[in-house]
């Protein structure tokens, strides 16, 4: 008969089955700090031109306003000859408009708009900001509008102002009268 053949140092080991955990794997956080720095940033303001007068000659009718002088421009968005505002990324921003009006007449009761255009329309979302003034007002009249607007890249926001009677807009002051200005929100949508 024969003999089974055992080598030296050999053991039988039993069969184990080894289950392993997985560990949860935490996604990667990313700081706030992180995600704005990705992201360009886009803010401008202008003002009107020093020493000018700019004439609003027709009761209630639109007139656009000018803003000449540029203060800053962050992206390049801001078009100081058209005076508007094209953002180059979409986003959410908050823009903002300051006149200071003069009625050619100053003894009548009258009521200044300053509007927002987005692309050249007043949209429900698109504010106005009117106040009314009484007679015998002996200095300029400021309005200003300011809203948050969502915008997509290439939109155009220009600033319109009306009055129920013909004024102007002197910027002959050592305080700015006119001005426009617009940043985004730092987002990453």
């Known amino acids: 008969m024969y003999k089974p053949i055992r080598k030296k140092n050999f053991r039988r080991r039993p069969l184990v089955i080894k289950i392993q955990k997985h560990k949860r794997v935490e996604p990667k956080r990313i700081r706030p700090l992180d995600i704005w720095s990705t992201i360009?940033?886009?803010?401008?303001?202008?003002?009107?031109?020093?020493?000018?007068v700019v004439s609003i000659t027709k009761a209630d009718q639109l007139t656009k306003i000018p803003f000449p002088v540029v203060q800053f421009d962050l992206c390049g968005e801001y078009d100081p000859i058209h005076s508007v505002f094209i953002p180059k990324?979409?986003?959410v921003y908050s823009i903002s408009s300051l006149i200071a009006v003069n009625p050619i007449n100053p003894t009548v009761n009258y009521v200044i708009a300053l509007v927002i255009l987005v692309n050249g329309i007043q949209s429900p979302n698109t504010p106005v900001d009117n106040?009314?003034?009484?007679?015998?007002?002996?200095r300029s009249n400021a309005t200003s509008v300011s809203t948050i607007l969502k915008?997509?890249?290439?939109?155009?926001?220009?600033?319109?102002?009306t009055t129920t009677t013909p004024g102007f807009i002197d910027q002959f002051s050592i305080v700015v009268t006119t001005s426009f200005e617009a940043a985004r929100f730092p987002s990453p949508c």
């Open 151 to 161: 915008l997509n890249g290439g939109d155009r926001v220009e600033i319109f102002a």
């Open 40 to 52: 360009r940033p886009s803010a401008f303001r202008a003002i009107g031109a020093p020493n000018s």
């Open 131 to 138: 106040d009314f003034f009484g007679t015998n007002v002996n």
């Open 89 to 91: 990324t979409s986003g």
